[in-house]
């Protein structure tokens, strides 16, 4: 068997003896990003969910779902700094469709229109054994916009959207039957909420992108370790972390401590929480806070720098260890 790195290097192999004035980016970044005209570039991007593995209905209303399939999708069109246009989705069904699909849709299409995006075909298949979910986004930005993975420079600071672990404490919590779905009032809402239904950052991405201030970018869908070590290996640099620095909901921090779980495990290992991670030089820092918090009234979190090397580093008062790569392989749990 080989790992999720090995096998997209392996389908790399195979697509990079394609050569064409048309590609502009093939695999390796969040979008794929191919010549529309003179001024922008389209995105395209694919993701998969499985019953099982990336959602389980237990917990899973289908509204929410659907809600899901579409976000996750469309936070790849952000991590890139463009704006969704149109969208396909495939759907596979071992035991015929289930009278739930409509509310599926109804969550599927609400986030589509929040975020100005067409849906235009797809495909329904009879499955074999579990629920299979394939949605394809294509977008569009202006080509001198476009923020990469691979920019990132030593000396760089690394920068993230928002708190970080929250999926995967709230999938935890949903695992063990603790959160109240249907209660708005629930202790853990914030937690469950990351999880069941995050919120791709189109604007927030379009704003970095069109700062021209920003060298590279990424969303967090595999966890801030495995995801920074993307985004260093396209860079060929390295970054260390400040674990003081990594900004934590107050909520995820009572969770691991009534569930006796160390929260630094899913801040940087837990997946799904569709941030965006971004570097931009440290002389651009107050601007960059500035001009965030001017056009979408948030605050983003510095949280370590963009070093010369390799590897991902945790660094706190009497530590620093490598986590590049740890946490979720899609294919060894
Ligand atoms: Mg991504």
């Known amino acids: 068997m080989i790992s999720e790195r090995d096998c997209i290097k392996l389908i790399q192999r195979f697509a990079s003896r394609i050569k064409s004035d048309y590609l502009v980016k093939g695999i390796g970044d969040d979008c794929a990003v191919i010549t529309k005209d003179e001024t922008n570039h389209q995105l395209l991007t694919t993701d998969t969910l499985v019953e099982g593995v990336h959602f389980n209905l237990k917990w899973h209303t289908p509204y929410l779902l659907g809600r899901k399939s579409a976000a996750v999708n469309l936070s790849d069109i952000a991590a890139m700094g463009g704006q969704p246009l149109a ?37 329904t ?12 986004v294509i977008g569009e930005a202006d080509k001198k916009n476009i923020c990469y993975r691979s920019g990132a420079q ?16 709230g999938l935890s919590l949903c695992q063990k039957g603790l959160c109240n779905l249907s209660d708005p009032a629930d202790k853990w809402q914030q937690l469950v909420k990351a999880h069941l239904d995050p919120v791709p950052l189109i604007s927030l991405g379009k704003v ?42 107050e909520n995820l921090e009572q969770a691991a401590a009534e569930l006796m779980t160390d929260a630094i495990e899913w801040i940087i290992k837990g997946g799904e929480d569709y941030e965006l991670l971004f570097t931009a030089k440290s002389s651009d820092e107050l601007k960059l806070r500035q001009h965030v918090a001017e056009l979408t009234g948030r605050e983003i979190y510095s949280i370590g720098r963009i070093i010369e090397g390799q590897g991902v580093f945790l660094c706190s008062k009497n530590e620093r260890r490598e986590i590049s790569y740890q946490g979720y392989d899609h294919f060894h749990g």
């Open 125 to 136: 298949v009879k499955g074999h054994r579990d629920i299979v979910i394939t949605v394809t």
């Open 208 to 249: 970095l992108a069109e700062s021209g201030i920003v060298k590279a970018m990424m969303d967090i869908s595999d966890g801030l370790a495995t995801d920074l070590a993307h985004l260093c290996t396209a860079g060929g640099v390295g970054a260390e972390i400040e674990q003081g620095l990594l900004p934590v909901s």
């Open 87 to 123: 969208c396909l989705l495939s759907v596979a069904f071992p035991e015929g469709v289930p009278s739930w699909f409509e509310d599926f849709m109804t969550g599927f299409s609400k986030v589509l229109k929040e975020h100005d995006t067409l849906l235009v075909g797809g495909d």
């Open 154 to 169: 030593p000396g760089d600071m690394v920068w993230v959207s928002g708190p970080l672990g929250n999926a995967a404490a």
